[in-house]
């Protein structure tokens, strides 16, 4: 029988944060119908030897390697095709938020009159002003752009049916995945459930993306580029 929830969590050089992480998964997603999909996404430190020696204690958890990194968003993409859940979710491996938040999403799934209708993201709180005010900002402009409601578009977990996975085409490869999935399911009709999830300090290592203002800036554009590349490929595919 497919597990009921699938949670897919790419790491791209995160040897030191796996132990934690999957210390942490075990006491929450170590239960029937649930499955952690940790997808090795191009790692070129010590992840494959960690996940080697500690996916045996959690057989809850598997893996599945990308030889070569292609973006955030190919990870997760890969996890994905490879998950066998009815709800799909996927959140980060840097410990700064909860595996444990995705059974808090999935309570939504389960009360739902139509969990096929049903998109749930987490909303961040306990963040450094600056990011807040920078999230906002984006959450602004792109709300403005799209023309549809979208606030802390980077927040974990995110979470959905199966048959609403079954309908992307040609979903981005970078941190875009984030605004891609959110803004379909908005754009679909789907209801969207927030909930409120803790946002920590990593436990190892520095963010790939998030280090000073000149990577923010870099990411801005990266992303403005693309939500006016996904606003055209929508509007032509109507």
Known sequence: MNPKL???????????NLPLLLERA?????RP??????????????????????LPRYPFARCV???????????????????EGEVLAWTHADNQTDPGDTIRGL??????????????KGRRFGRPAADVFFTSGMS???????????????AQPTMFHRKFWETWRNPPHDFSL????????????????????????????VSHWNVNWRAK?????????????LKSELKESK
């Not at 119908?33 to 996940?51: C, I, K, M, P, R």
């Not at 390697?65 to 998950?83: E, H």
């Not at 602004?140 to 980077?154: Q, Y």
């Open 140 to 154: 602004v402009f792109e709300t403005v752009l799209m023309g549809k409601p979208l606030s802390d578009i980077n």
């Open 26 to 30: 075990a006491g929450s997603l170590a």
């Open 217 to 229: 800036v870099k990411f801005i554009r990266r992303t403005l580029d693309y939500s006016f590349q």
């Open 65 to 83: 390697d990308v030889p070569v990194n292609q973006g955030y968003g190919y990870g997760i993409l890969s996890g994905l095709r490879a998950a």
């Open 33 to 54: 119908g649930v499955e952690l999909v940790l997808v090795n996404n191009g790692s070129t430190d010590d992840s494959a030897t960690v996940l080697n020696d500690l």
């Open 6 to 16: 699938s949670v897919v969590i790419p790491a791209y050089n995160e040897a030191r």
């Open 107 to 120: 309570e939504h799934f389960e009360k739902a009159s139509d969990p096929a209708r049903l998109f749930v």
């Open 178 to 205: 984030d605004l891609y999935a959110f803004y379909l399911a908005r754009r679909a009709g789907l209801t969207v459930a927030r909930f409120p999830v803790q946002f920590g300090q990593r436990a190892h290592g």
